[in-house]
């Protein structure tokens, strides 16, 4: 199946175009299609990855469904037969990579929950032995694992990379009710993905979630947990004290850090090698969490 870099519908309002997503109105829904677009560093790179879209679509059903019992969630169908009829047509670029949901008032907040100390995380306890304003024993190593989960939130940029910030920041912003509820489902849902991750013989360092409201009920919205939102690590071979292999676009930002690229425009088109490398490590990631195939 050939790549999608982006799709066009004729015939049906386009409602955004975000760095990987491309979003559609359909009536009292939307429409949801994860393209093959790869961002890093904040910016989109030239090349597609072929089936990264579909894993993106399929892992995130995978998890709404085991998570239901937590938290509900904004997924109506990804059966094109169930979208309204102006969608049909485009069958094509819909199959496999597109989800009908419910509209949801979003919550301008990414809710980050972290069971080991990495990325971002990892900079920010190496300044200054915390992250997000959490304390954190002193001595750890990049990749160690916390003795407990924490809720890390970062603002939503629109462009530019998201902000680490505090939780009396969310509160400040939302409220005290709001924040604290966020905090205690992103931990909830992050300890059952883990635990469930952990019997694949994948450990989840860290990972993503956004909220928003349907009428008055909190849902979970968006992706959840594929390898564009989380850091999915091989427990096999897991060895703190430095970065880890990786089932996610680490590979890409690894390759794009050796030929020093400045970060600046013009983005750099991937090598077909790493390109087909890419599409692997998301197909394994799909493969070894869920047992199927694409």
């Known amino acids: 199946m050939a790549p999608i870099f982006e799709t066009n519908l004729p015939g049906v309002p386009l409602r955004a175009r975000g760095k990987v997503r491309d979003i559609y109105e359909a009536g009292d829904y939307l ?43 904004h997924f109506v169908s990804a059966n ?16 496999g990579r597109s989800m009908l949901v419910k509209r949801a008032k979003m919550i301008d907040v990414e809710c980050v929950a972290r069971g080991y100390v990495s990325g971002s995380g990892w900079k920010d306890y190496k300044r200054e032995g915390k992250i997000c304003g959490i304390s954190l024993p002193a001595g750890l190593r990049e ?49 059952k993905a883990a635990e469930y991750a952990e019997t694949r013989g994948v450990i989840i360092a860290d990972t993503k979630f956004e909220f928003g409201f349907v009428n008055d009920q909190l849902v979970l919205a968006d992706e959840v947990l594929t390898p564009d939102s989380s850091r999915f690590w091989p427990r096999a071979g897991y060895q703190p004290g430095g970065p880890q292999p990786s089932f996610d676009k680490q590979y890409v930002r690894d390759y794009l850090e ?3 690229w400045n970060k600046q425009p013009p983005t750099p088109a991937l090598p077909t090698e790493v390109m087909e490398r890419t ?8 493969r070894i969490l869920t047992g199927k195939t694409l």
């Open 31 to 73: 429409v949801i299609v994860a393209s093959d677009r790869l961002s890093a560093f904040d910016y989109i790179l030239p090349t597609p990855i072929p089936d990264k879209g579909r894993v993106l679509t399929a892992l995130t059903i995978f998890w709404l469904d085991l998570l239901r019992e937590i938290v509900p969630n």
């Open 80 to 95: 094109v037969n169930d979208y309204p009829p102006e969608f049909r047509g485009h069958r094509d670029q819909l199959e």
């Open 279 to 286: 599409s692997e490590k998301y197909r394994e990631a799909y």
């Open 258 to 260: 050796s030929i020093h």
């Open 143 to 191: 990749s160690d694992r916390l003795p407990e989960p924490i809720f890390t939130p970062a603002s939503k940029a629109q462009s530019g990379h998201d902000e680490n910030i505090s939780f009396e920041t969310v509160a400040h912003g939302i409220g005290e009710a709001l924040a604290g509820q966020l905090r205690n489902l992103t931990l909830q849902i992050y300890k």
